[in-house]
């Protein structure tokens, strides 16, 4: 099992799950993180740590946030690690809850 990082993540984009992560399985790219699945452990220690509660155990993603499995696994192979919380974008707030982001994904 891994974890997965979802929609709520897309223009959020709060780091504090990469500080508590032991192996460095997140990756960045420009408004969104994702983890690899190669790399996760399944700690369980980001999960509770994401403001924008956008990540959740394969096993309890929902149902509308399955196709986000593939999507973070393939972004991992092209994403650079990120090892070190970051500050939040100025704007993240505002996008916190708002649906239908994935069209906002920059890549």
Known sequence: ??????ENCIKCKY???VDVCPVDCFHEGPN???????ECID???CEPECPAEA???EDDLPENQAHFTELNEELAKIWPVLAEKKDGPADGEE???KPDKLKLLER
């Open 1 to 6: 099992m891994t974890f997965v990082v979802t």
């Open 15 to 17: 780091t504090d799950c």
């Open 32 to 38: 969104f993180l994702v983890i690899d699945p190669e």
């Open 43 to 45: 700690c369980t220690l």
């Open 55 to 57: 990540i959740y155990s």
């Open 95 to 97: 996008w916190d809850g």
